[in-house]
């Protein structure tokens, strides 16, 4: 099988040859060329080639077309500050505290504006290399998160408040451009487009927050990117998102990605027919030791294999520092699962 | 606890800042002292609070409404140019330099300064030099830092060191955010970490009780 068909036959729930793995690799690529994260995230086409050194680094069974969460934001009119060792940041909310703005948001050009076209030459560039052996994937802000990006959260939640209606006018906003570029992004070559919505964890709002303002929503858009021919839907809230799984099935979501303080027996029960990755902790990739990686990699593919519908993975980005023979450590315990309990009972006792 | 400080602590968790101050209108209408709001409402309104957020049960959203209505209420009490009394030591808050996410930072200061501890914020992106000059210039209490991205670790990693290298050892140091909640106390060297905004207000309370 290749990566490709691993992962899809797990989100399937038929038997893979091996555990699919997906590391979440996005800016650690340009650290692992030696490549200013800067530029990684303003040029397309370096960071395809940073991808794909990654995937023939690691053997990986998915690549992604991502840059930040400031993409779809910026388009729409938010000034980011570029840092030289971080993500941007926004500097100025193309939205203000009550809202103002909403009606002013240059939505007819927002597809090609900002570092879109770029985004959308790495995806083209990433799938014309890897065809349909690797998983090309792109990546969406759910529509929490983009509101959250284009006012700034606080004001966001506030305005969820205070002035319900206009909140819900911009929620719809920032659903609709996110269908808007995730089908940009299939049509440029992606595989699938993971909606990341780390605002709609129930650590930022109540469950019945998720379940009133956003279910609606991330179910629309799920819909439309799976019309426009993702091959699965992918929906990744951070945190400890046990209280809002039971929404899952109903948003229509294929794919699970689970956070590291997510208890995958709990969550398996609460998603019998749905798959997830997860849930190794990201900061370990940075402090731990390629035997610990081993140990809890295996002890996850030990336990969640026999569900079929079970990706190894992080439970979140993989960290710009993590050292590599961590990410190779996960990546070797999928494919070769009794060499590397072997090798973390040696290490560790 | 009469009645109308029970409305006052029902609208302060309500997160309702518009009938938080319309109640503590009546309370200083009926004369109750500026202490006794404090101690028997916003207190009494923090305390039900915390029992209320567990580790499992806690969001962002709750605490902020709570949070903003504990501060009009804090403001009208206590007008520009009267701070309220603090008499349960100094904490100093910053998000470390490289990290600009400061919303559970602010959401600790709230909290801390609605139970009666004087914050001092850094702010957010704060180089380590101003945080320690700003604890010992404060005779801080404590110090606590957040992070929300993975880089700002081995920054909170030096906290201690440079604390005690500066005579301040007797400085408690606590950490909390999204990137630091993956790693213990000893793994960042600190003394406490802070899985919520309460949960680092229990702890303080615990040292502030104990150099009483």
């Known amino acids: 099988m290749t990566g490709a068909e691993r992962i899809r036959a797990a989100v399937a729930f038929e038997t893979p040859d091996q555990i699919p793995v997906i590391a979440q690799v996005f800016g650690h690529a340009a650290t692992l060329a030696g490549v200013d994260l800067q530029d990684y995230l303003r040029d397309g086409q370096l960071l395809a080639r940073c991808q794909l050194a990654a995937r023939d680094r690691y053997d990986l069974d998915a690549v992604f077309a991502l840059m930040d969460v400031g993409v779809e934001t910026e388009a729409l009119g938010s000034v980011l500050r570029y840092r030289p060792a971080g993500y941007p940041t926004v500097e100025r909310y193309a939205i203000t505290p009550n809202g103002d703005g909403i009606d002013q948001l240059p939505l007819a050009d927002a597809a090609t504006a900002g570092r879109i076209p770029e985004l959308l030459e790495a995806t083209h560039q990433l799938r014309t290399a890897l065809g349909d052996e690797v998983l090309v994937i792109g990546c969406v802000s759910g529509p929490l998160t983009l509101t959250a990006q284009l006012m700034g959260l606080e004001a966001a939640l506030y305005l969820a408040i205070d002035a319900p209606e206009r909140f819900a006018q911009l929620l719809d906003i920032a659903a609709e451009f996110g269908r808007q570029c995730g089908c940009a992004q299939l049509e440029a070559g992606a595989h699938t487009v993971m909606l990341f919505d780390p605002v709609a964890s129930p650590e930022v709002v109540p469950p019945q927050f998720y379940r009133e303002l956003a279910l609606p929503r991330v179910r629309e858009t799920l819909a439309g990117l799976r019309s426009a021919g993702a091959c699965f839907t992918w929906l990744h809230v951070t945190g400890n998102t046990q209280p809002i799984l039971l929404y899952y099935q109903e948003a229509g979501a294929d794919l699970a990605n689970l956070d590291f303080s997510v208890d995958l027996q709990q969550a398996s029960a609460t998603l019998p027919h749905i798959c997830f990755n997860g849930n190794i902790k990201p900061l370990a990739f940075v402090e731990a030791s390629p035997a610990a990686i081993a140990a809890e990699a295996t002890r996850l593919v030990t336990t969640f294999g026999p569900r079929r519908g079970f990706i190894l993975s992080p439970g979140c980005e993989i960290p710009l520092e993590a050292r590599p023979d961590n990410i190779a450590a996960m990546i070797a315990a999928a494919r070769h699962p009794e060499t590397s309990a072997a090798v973390a009972t040696r290490e560790l006792g | ?212």
């Open chain 2, 1 to 212: 606890m009469t009645a109308r400080l029970e409305s006052l602590v029902q609208a302060l968790l309500d997160g309702d800042q518009a009938l938080a101050t319309t109640e503590l209108g009546r309370l200083r209408q009926d004369k109750v002292s500026p202490h006794r709001i404090v101690a028997d409402g916003i207190e009494e309104a923090m305390a039900r609070l915390d029992a209320k957020c567990t580790v499992e049960q806690f969001n962002l959203l709750e605490i902020m409404l709570c949070g903003r209505a504990i501060t009009a209420v804090i403001k009208a009490l206590y007008p520009p140019g009267q701070p309220p009394p603090h008499t349960r030591g100094t904490v100093v808050l910053a998000s470390l330099e490289g990290d600009i996410h400061d919303l559970g930072k602010n959401i600790v200061k709230v909290v801390l300064t609605a139970t009666g501890y004087y914050v001092v914020d850094c702010g957010k992106d704060c180089p380590l030099d101003r945080l320690i000059d700003t604890a010992k210039a404060h005779a801080a209490l404590a110090v606590g830092v957040s992070g929300l991205i993975t880089t700002v670790v081995p920054q909170v990693l030096k906290v201690r060191d440079r604390l005690a290298r500066e005579g301040l050892g007797a400085i408690s140091v606590l950490a909390g955010g999204a990137a630091l909640k993956q790693a213990s106390a000893e793994q960042l060297r600190v003394d406490f970490l802070a899985q919520t905004a309460f949960d680092g207000l229990g702890y303080l309370d615990q040292i502030e009780a104990g150099r009483r």
